[in-house]
């Protein structure tokens, strides 16, 4: 069985390859951390039998790239995985042909039973109910902050990279967006954090693991 995992947090892709290694019978894990890493390993064509693919990341649309990706991959499960909850960003993932959604907040064996699913031919949702969840990469608890709840999953994203201390502009460049547009999301989830700077935003998301 060959798995392609992409997401940009190498903590969680390393928490995501020894899961599916442990529950599936695995010859091949292919990771990336961006939309170039994607399509340089769907240039390839090798036969992969599930994709797990974060919703955000660098250099990936959803309405642009995501088309492509299933049109490559066809016959391919795909579960989609992202920090959002937000339900539009949900439908449409599975409007373009995702076979599942699961939320990053859920606990592990939620996961695992999704992953179970998907590849026994189901079609998964799997949001997060409570705050208080298992870190997928060590199992420690951490909080989940209902306002990262508020937010959809390019804000998730803006809000990752402002953490990292980002510029604007730094921000366009990764994620493959305009500044005019990244102004708008940095106004947006500085509203639904209630916090009233970037300084403020980033210590936010450095407290909750997503710098």
Do not use: W
């Not at 290694?21 to 961006?34: F, N």
């Not at 995501?66 to 339900?87: C, E, G, H």
């Amino acid at each position: 069985m060959r798995i392609l995992i992409a997401d940009d947090h190498p903590i969680f892709r390393e928490g995501l390859r020894h899961m599916v290694c442990k529950l599936l019978e695995v010859d091949m894990v292919y990771e990336a951390g961006d939309m170039e890493g994607v399509q340089a390993i769907l240039r390839e064509k090798p036969e992969l039998d599930l994709v797990i693919l974060d919703l955000f990341f660098p250099g990936f649309e959803v309405l642009r790239d995501f088309k492509t990706v299933r049109r490559t991959l066809a016959m391919t499960p795909i579960l989609a995985v992202s920090m959002t909850s937000n339900m539009d960003d949900v439908n449409t993932i599975l409007d373009l042909g995702a076979n599942g959604f699961v939320s990053k907040s859920v606990k592990p064996d939620v996961l695992k039973q999704a992953i179970t699913d998907i590849m026994q031919g189901e079609r998964v949702v799997r949001l997060a109910t409570n705050t208080m969840v298992k870190s997928l990469d060590d199992g420690q608890d951490f909080i989940l902050d209902p306002r990262l709840r508020k937010l959809s999953g390019r804000q998730l994203q803006v809000l990752k990279c402002i953490a990292k201390g980002q510029s604007n502009k730094e921000i366009a460049r990764v994620l493959d967006i305009s500044p005019n547009t990244v102004r708008i999301h940095v106004s947006a989830l500085l509203k639904n954090l209630d916090v009233s700077s970037r300084s403020a935003a980033a210590s936010f998301a450095a407290a909750r693991g997503l710098g």
